[in-house]
């Protein structure tokens, strides 16, 4: 991938997960346009080559792949970044949508769905060994309730510790008579957010996705980027972060009702790309 300096060192991109299933249906649509290309064949480019290409078909494994990523690390290369708003512009070329593949670089949010979020935290408190026989009962009984419920339940006990920061009193009078034998209990029940991912869920040919949201100016912007839900340990724990992601432009009939009233396309994460920064040490004389 390109290469970018400042004047901290180089800074690069490392691919850390692919879609081990899509990745081939992409490498083999890729490399029939190039071999139309290399034939001579008459395809006429209205864009830069591999910007854009459909990849729906179906598709027989051939032979071993090499080192891992080394496709799709070259498959990124060929492949120009695009901006949601240039994405939306070949949408609205199309009379009729195609899917196809492109590469976006943008800042990622976890789009959290606080049902999910808020039981991912009861779970975990209901597994410190110190907790009352009395307070799983009661983490049980909110662990068990419909979304909707468990979500109006918590945010009903909400209040204000400081300016601008609220706490949860459902979460927090557990936390409290335990902060003292777990001091970094507060930041653990974050940790379990970041990890465990409890994001809004996108449903898509049979699969469940998890979601992400692009930062737009500070903002997100709701284009979905989303990633097999079996992707999630291979996933940054971070509430957000800054990736390359190849993918698929696709359309779903069926937005989760979180996202209704967003336009019905979104991101299919193909590869992740993360930045790395790393400096050249001097070397020792000779």
């Not at 597994?127 to 109006?152: F, N, V």
């Not at 918590?154 to 902060?179: H, M, R, T």
Request: hydrophobic share 35%; net charge positive; charged share 25%.
């Amino acid at each position: 991938m390109p290469e970018q300096r400042d004047c901290g060192g180089k800074i690069g991109y490392a691919a850390v997960w692919t879609d081990e299933n899509l990745i081939e249906k992409v490498l083999e649509q890729a490399e029939s346009f190039m071999e139309k290309l290399r034939d001579g064949s008459k395809v006429k480019l209205k864009v830069p080559i591999l910007d854009f290409i459909t990849y729906e078909y179906d598709y027989k494994g051939k032979g071993k792949r090499g080192i891992y990523f080394n496709r799709e690390v070259d498959l990124s290369r060929k492949i120009h970044i695009k901006t949601i708003p240039e994405l939306h512009k070949e949408i609205k070329k199309m009379a009729t949508f195609k899917p196809f593949i492109a590469q976006i670089e943008q800042n990622l949010i976890l789009a959290l769905h606080l049902p999910k979020m808020f039981r991912e935290q009861l779970m975990f408190l209901r597994q410190i060994p110190e907790i009352s026989a009395e307070s799983k009962k009661e983490l049980d009984e909110l662990i068990a309730l419909p979304d909707p419920t468990l979500q109006q339940k918590i945010l009903d006990s909400e209040y204000e510790v400081a300016p601008g920061q609220n706490q949860f009193a459902i979460i927090e009078n557990n936390v409290k008579p335990l902060i003292n034998t777990y001091p970094t209990l507060r930041q653990d029940l974050l940790g379990v957010v970041r990890k465990e991912k409890p994001t809004i869920r996108m449903s898509f040919r049979g699969g469940e996705y998890i979601t992400y949201f692009l930062e737009i100016e500070g903002k997100p912007e709701h284009f979905p980027v989303c990633f097999p839900v079996d992707a999630k340990y291979s996933l940054p724990n971070a509430s957000s972060f800054h990736a390359r992601v190849l993918g698929i432009v696709s359309f779903t009939p069926n937005p989760p009702l979180d996202l209704r009233g967003s336009p019905p396309f979104f991101f299919r994460a193909v590869s992740l790309f993360l930045p790395y920064q790393w400096k050249e040490l001097p070397r020792p004389p000779s």
